[in-house]
């Protein structure tokens, strides 16, 4: 040792080497990288990287029959006018409008501008013009389907007659019991049913739906702009995490938990009303089938078994409600939601579909979209993303997880099947794109 320092004391020219060399490992050791490729200290010396860096074999992309789907011509004359009635949140909505299109271009029917059926849900009055670009979808349906702003002088005066969908299904379904209601009326209203079989419509239906959904709703001009001032705000990159653990939710799912606070027990309890939590065995079996919504603890723990860094940028796409929210800030600290970074008047008097909005124009720009549920949001998000080939998303496997702890796994064998079961989802673009409007392509 002394007789290496006395030659860099006699050699002035090999010390200023040897102290350049230290400085340069230095400044490279500690020079910033991706947020997304960056990896914890205590997995450096494994060589494991984050669920993102995993090579995918599969991606879903929009199928051919769908992009060519205007070449299918229009008959010359309409059945007659149907209006789409949605309801429940903005993605219910935008389910059963995408839906109602392709049950109107089966009818060979004309499309009237749908009507937002919201005060119940939201306790607001906001309409589909409030929230999308009419002129754009109906500029974009151009050869899809024919759709119109205003109804003809002899039918605008009339209320359209309700007909009942809920328990049509498939193609021959609405012909035969649909179309009768149309051919006499010339205008009806209807609501997709939930149980919808699109796969039973002939292709040129099925692309006027999957044009409606994925190409002609466009956000309006005002909305789009407070949209995209949102997501400057928002610190990049970022990952857009939709977390699902309301009162209601919770409720609904009729799952106990251990160790909440006093104050989300009671939440919860006022909720339920006449529902009650499943117990004993029944409760586990629930539990195993992913049943249960994910804690913001849990989903801290799974994010971390995923090796995303705790300083990632994350964009809580969520409402106001949301119960133990510590459990993720806790661990993950750059946390901002859109009451955070938007604080205008123009803000506060936005209605509840208008919010959700700004929810999903970021999730979609996002530069990762992770959800602890499969809703109407989480899959239209995820197809739209993957529509503009943004393929960083993934959903949190609550089967595996209730799966993974009711067998007794923890710690470091906890983690690593967590992390082989996501990573398996991902790789295999399961949960990326819905299947009705995009075709699988091997990589």
């Given at each position: 040792?002394?007789?290496?320092?006395?030659?860099?004391?006699?050699?002035?020219?090999l010390?200023?080497?040897?102290?350049?060399?230290?400085?340069?490992?230095?400044?490279?050791?500690?020079?910033?990288?991706?947020?997304?490729s960056?990896?914890?200290l205590?997995?450096?010396?494994?060589?494991?990287?984050?669920?993102?860096?995993?090579?995918?074999?599969?991606?879903?992309?929009?199928?051919n029959?769908?992009?060519?789907?205007?070449?299918?011509?229009?008959?010359?004359?309409?059945?007659?006018?149907?209006r789409?009635?949605?309801?429940?949140?903005?993605?219910?909505?935008?389910?059963?409008?995408?839906?109602?299109?392709?049950?109107?271009?089966?009818?060979?029917?004309?499309l009237?501008?749908?009507?937002?059926?919201?005060?119940?849900?939201?306790?607001?009055?906001?309409?589909?013009?409030?929230?999308?670009?009419?002129?754009?979808?109906?500029?974009?349906?151009?050869?899809?389907?024919?759709?119109?702003?205003?109804?003809?002088?002899?039918?605008?005066?009339?209320?359209?007659?309700?007909?009942?969908?809920?328990?049509?299904?498939?193609?021959?379904?609405?012909?035969?019991?649909?179309?009768?209601?149309?051919?006499?009326?010339?205008?009806?209203?209807?609501?997709?049913?939930?149980?919808?079989?699109?796969?039973?419509?002939?292709?040129?239906?099925?692309?006027?739906?999957?044009?409606?959904?994925?190409?002609?709703?466009?956000?309006?001009?005002?909305?789009?702009?407070?949209?995209?001032?949102?997501?400057?705000?928002?610190?990049?990159?970022?990952?857009?995490?939709?977390?699902?653990?309301?009162p209601d939710?919770?409720?609904?799912?009729?799952?106990?938990?251990?160790?909440?606070?006093?104050?989300?027990?009671?939440?919860?309890?006022?909720?339920?009303?006449?529902?009650?939590?499943?117990?004993?065995?029944?409760?586990?079996?629930?539990?195993?089938?992913?049943?249960?919504?994910?804690?913001?603890?849990?989903?801290?723990?799974?994010?971390?078994?995923?090796?995303?860094?705790?300083?990632?940028?994350?964009?809580?796409?969520a409402?106001?409600?949301?119960?133990?929210?510590?459990?993720?800030?806790?661990?993950?600290?750059?946390?901002?939601?859109?009451?955070?970074?938007?604080?205008?008047?123009?803000?506060?008097?936005?209605?509840?579909n208008?919010?959700?909005?700004l929810?999903?124009?970021?999730?979609?720009?996002?530069?990762?979209?992770?959800?602890?549920?499969?809703?109407?949001?989480?899959?239209?998000?995820?197809?739209?993303?993957?529509?503009?080939?943004?393929?960083?998303t993934?959903?949190?496997?609550?089967?595996?997880?209730?799966?993974?702890?009711g067998?007794?796994?923890?710690?470091k064998?906890?983690?690593?099947?967590?992390?082989k079961?996501?990573?398996?989802?991902?790789?295999?673009?399961?949960?990326?794109?819905?299947?009705?409007?995009?075709?699988?392509?091997?990589?």
């Amino acid at each position: 040792m002394f007789q290496m320092l006395s030659l860099f004391v006699k050699k002035p020219l090999l010390t200023l080497t040897f102290l350049t060399l230290i400085l340069l490992i230095a400044v490279i050791s500690l020079s910033p990288s991706s947020l997304f490729s960056q990896i914890p200290l205590n997995y450096a010396i494994s060589g494991e990287s984050d669920i993102w860096s995993a090579k995918r074999i599969l991606e879903w992309r929009p199928c051919n029959w769908w992009l060519q789907g205007h070449l299918t011509a229009l008959p010359a004359e309409s059945n007659g006018y149907i209006r789409v009635d949605c309801y429940g949140g903005l993605n219910q909505m935008r389910r059963d409008l995408c839906d109602g299109v392709g049950v109107a271009r089966l009818l060979n029917a004309t499309l009237v501008l749908p009507k937002f059926e919201v005060a119940a849900y939201w306790n607001e009055s906001s309409g589909f013009a409030d929230v999308f670009d009419a002129d754009y979808f109906i500029q974009q349906l151009k050869g899809f389907i024919n759709v119109v702003n205003e109804l003809p002088a002899e039918i605008a005066s009339k209320e359209p007659v309700r007909v009942d969908c809920s328990k049509r299904k498939g193609q021959f379904d609405y012909v035969e019991s649909i179309l009768p209601s149309l051919l006499e009326h010339h205008y009806i209203s209807i609501t997709p049913a939930m149980s919808q079989r699109r796969d039973r419509f002939p292709l040129y239906a099925k692309a006027a739906l999957c044009q409606a959904c994925y190409s002609a709703l466009r956000l309006t001009p005002i909305l789009e702009k407070k949209s995209y001032e949102l997501l400057e705000a928002i610190p990049k990159p970022f990952l857009s995490l939709h977390l699902r653990f309301e009162p209601d939710m919770v409720a609904y799912s009729q799952c106990e938990y251990n160790g909440l606070s006093q104050a989300s027990v009671e939440a919860i309890a006022a909720a339920r009303g006449d529902r009650k939590p499943w117990t004993g065995e029944t409760a586990r079996l629930w539990r195993n089938r992913g049943k249960c919504p994910l804690t913001p603890n849990e989903t801290a723990f799974i994010l971390q078994s995923l090796l995303i860094p705790k300083n990632t940028n994350i964009y809580l796409a969520a409402g106001d409600g949301i119960m133990e929210l510590e459990g993720l800030t806790s661990v993950y600290t750059n946390v901002v939601t859109k009451s955070s970074l938007l604080s205008g008047e123009d803000f506060k008097n936005m209605h509840g579909n208008t919010k959700a909005a700004l929810d999903y124009y970021v999730s979609i720009n996002s530069d990762a979209y992770v959800a602890t549920y499969f809703g109407n949001m989480d899959k239209m998000v995820a197809a739209m993303r993957a529509y503009k080939g943004l393929y960083k998303t993934i959903f949190l496997n609550r089967k595996d997880f209730a799966d993974f702890t009711g067998h007794g796994l923890k710690g470091k064998e906890l983690t690593g099947a967590l992390k082989k079961a996501h990573t398996d989802d991902f790789v295999m673009g399961r949960g990326s794109a819905l299947p009705d409007c995009f075709c699988d392509f091997k990589l």
